[in-house]
């Protein structure tokens, strides 16, 4: 992204912010199951932000709906207002409340640990990190939600690389930050340079988050770059992909590929050609071992982890199937991360290889 494109993209998404008004616990007066007055004005909630309103002054969605069902829309409002300003003598906090003037309801609503932190000084923060530590904007994705925020990429203009073994080298000191009303996260990433299959593109690690941007904080997310912030997990990623180099995945584990890619809406025919679990049991049922109480933990699948890794990552990049934008593709490689990081099955192995 050039810095023309980022400063407009920037500017709209400063000027798309919607209202806001902060609010301490005995200013929630509820006049109905969905509905609150503030400073004598009504005003309806979404019922998805009644819940999030519900968590901050104390009742949970099972109490919620038993008072509901048992004495109505008055039992909820009287509930709410009680707990509300019990609450606010017991308890410090204050929630951002996000309006939609044009529909005079509250879309979002952000709970504030110490203070509400504006886009405005959040983009100005990040671009005293650019400035200072050498990064320039590189991607930028938004929430549907209108309390999500927003999370920056940042690419170093000198990037460092490192390899972990012969075509796998890893440029490992990218930043991002994710901005909300009421916290700022801090986090680096690694993205994989020779990409012939997928693996790993990007691998994302949060670092640190701040609830406020007052001076020390500004001060220690400016130095982060300079920290062993930016290599934090590295070193566990790099063992674990040696180790995964050079075994073979478990039949437990092609089991756990295979639930995952089922969660993901992936089509069976797919998913049996990156993790042919169903086969590879056959294959072992056909060689006299019972379906029970089989131990696929300590059974071989004649793949190599980092084999099994890479067919999952290459199909979330790769793959015609979804849209280019469609979230089940980072979500699959991050689960790829986390299958790379379990403890291996690699112990007393039997096998029919």
Not at 112 to 122: D, G, H, N, R, T
Not at 162 to 176: Q, S
Not at 183 to 200: D, F, L, P
Not at 218 to 223: D, R, S
């Amino acid at each position: 992204m050039d810095s023309k494109s980022y400063t407009a993209w920037r500017d709209n998404f400063i000027a798309s912010q919607l209202p806001y008004r902060i609010v301490e616990p005995q200013e929630l007066i509820s006049s109905g199951e969905n509905t609150y007055l503030m400073h004598g004005l009504e005003l309806e909630v979404e019922p998805n932000i009644s819940e999030q309103i519900d968590a901050f002054i104390g009742v949970s969605p099972r109490q919620s709906k038993s008072v509901t069902d048992t004495f109505g829309a008055n039992g909820i409002r009287d509930l709410r207002n009680y707990l509300a300003l019990s609450n606010s003598v017991e308890k410090a906090g204050k929630l951002a409340l996000i309006a939609d003037p044009k529909e005079r309801k509250i879309v979002g609503a952000t709970h504030l640990k110490q203070e509400a932190i504006p886009a405005e000084s959040f983009f100005d923060f990040l671009e005293m990190f650019m400035n200072d530590n050498g990064y320039m904007p590189d991607t930028f994705y938004t929430s549907g939600s209108l309390q999500g925020g927003v999370t920056v990429s940042l690419m170093p203009n000198t990037p460092n690389y490192n390899a972990i073994a012969e075509d796998e080298e890893f440029m490992t000191n990218g930043v991002w930050f994710r901005w909300n009303l009421g916290e700022v996260e801090a986090g680096n990433y690694y993205m994989r340079m020779i990409c012939s299959n997928g693996h790993m593109v990007r691998t994302e690690r949060k670092i640190a988050h701040s609830y406020q941007l007052n001076d020390t904080n500004v001060a220690k997310m400016l130095a982060l770059p300079r920290t062993e912030f930016i290599m934090a997990g590295f070193d566990k990623l790099r063992t674990n992909a040696l180790l995964a180099m050079r075994t073979e995945a478990s039949m437990g584990e092609v089991r756990m590929v295979d639930r995952l890619l089922s969660r993901y809406g992936v089509e069976q025919d797919i998913a049996n050609e990156i993790a042919p679990y169903e086969h590879l049991l056959g294959l072992y049922q056909a060689a006299g071992y019972a379906t029970q109480h089989f131990p696929i933990n300590q059974a071989r699948s004649g793949i190599n982890m980092w084999d099994l890794i890479n067919r999952i990552t290459a199909f979330a990049s790769h793959t015609p199937i979804w849209e280019v934008e469609d979230n089940r593709r980072s979500g699959l490689m991050m689960e790829s991360v986390r299958l790379l990081n379990c403890p291996r099955d690699i112990k007393e192995y039997i096998s029919i290889f």
